[in-house]
């Protein structure tokens, strides 16, 4: 919304954007328009956010393929396993910790989320 939507983008403007001018409204009717004036400041934190989140996923690919380790689907099963030990207190806790165990299929994708 911060890029496309043309009333959005005038009030996220007015309040953080400091140096750019809004151009006249003639200037931005459409979509596109709205586009090219909020790519000038909004082109950083998306291409910086971008970058973080392939960080983030390569590295994750390269713990599993090359170093085969599986910390991530670990950590998630065993806090998936405290939530449903805390949340739902009425149930044997051994029961669901073996429960909770067995929702991960056989390649290590959590199959419930």
């Not at 082109?43 to 599986?70: A, M, R, W």
């Not at 051994?94 to 390649?107: C, G, P």
Request: glycine share 4%; hydrophobic share 40%.
């Amino acid at each position: 919304p911060l890029v496309f939507h043309g009333e959005t983008a005038k009030r996220f403007h007015d309040a953080f954007v400091e140096g750019i001018e809004q151009p006249p409204e003639s200037d931005i009717d459409t979509i596109l328009e709205v586009g090219s004036w909020t790519w000038n400041w909004m082109e950083p934190p998306i291409g910086t956010i971008s970058f973080v989140i392939l960080c983030i996923q390569l590295t994750y690919s390269h713990s599993l393929n090359v170093l085969k380790s599986d910390w991530y689907r670990t950590r998630n099963q065993s806090q998936r396993t405290e939530f449903l030990i805390r949340n739902f207190p009425q149930y044997n806790s051994m029961i669901l910790r073996h429960w909770s165990e067995t929702l991960a299929d056989e390649k290590g994708v959590m199959a419930m989320q």
